[in-house]
């Protein structure tokens, strides 16, 4: 399986990969340091780790059979996130899975992150973008290129053991599940 993690960061998705993935990588960051510290801890050789500073996906056509983007489309504007569906489309394989994270206003648990981005907002201090992405646009999205949805998972959604407890940043402590916080949505190229 080949695989392309696009905001790959630390390396949060390449080292536990690292243990069991045998084909192709690639992660992609916009953040050297990042990209350095992702390459040093998967520690395979054989897989690539590069800087971008477009919205591109250095990987030839129908190359890919799965593509993520955790969180990046909270980062972009919806035209820039358009782009990458678009890239991610053409390096997948016929039958290949995207998978990415988003926030959106129907959740609960993602209003915080837009109250946060009012108060940092008000205060005029620099914080990072936080765009929400509404599912309506996203089926669009899917429509226009052509995929096929796969499944929606909510942001609160519970489905990841945590080995520890979890403090949130409001102060209520996951004992027992977490979540991934921002919601998840698959889609597939056709076959």
Known sequence: ???????????????????????PYLGTDVVPD????????????????EVVDKIVIRAADSSADFVCFFPVFT??????????LTEARR???????????????????HWNVFEATVRDELAQGPHPLNMFLERTAIN?????????LIEFRDG??????????????DGRVMEKFGNLGQSLCAIRKAA
């Not at 390096?91 to 959740?107: C, Q």
Request: net charge neutral.
């Open 1 to 23: 399986m080949c695989v392309i993690d696009v905001g790959c960061g630390a390396g949060r998705l390449a080292q536990p990969l690292s243990h069991f993935l045998h084909g």
């Open 75 to 84: 980062h972009l504007l919806h035209e820039q996130t358009y782009l990458y």
């Open 91 to 109: 390096v997948l394989k016929p039958g290949g899975v995207i998978v990415f994270s988003f926030l959106e206003f129907a959740i609960d648990f």
């Open 156 to 169: 609160g959604d519970v489905f990841v053991p945590l080995p520890a407890p979890l403090t949130l940043s």
């Open 34 to 49: 990042l990209v350095s510290h992702a390459r040093k801890v998967a520690n395979r050789p054989d897989w690539r780790f």
């Open 140 to 148: 669009r999205f899917i429509e226009k290129l052509g995929l096929d």
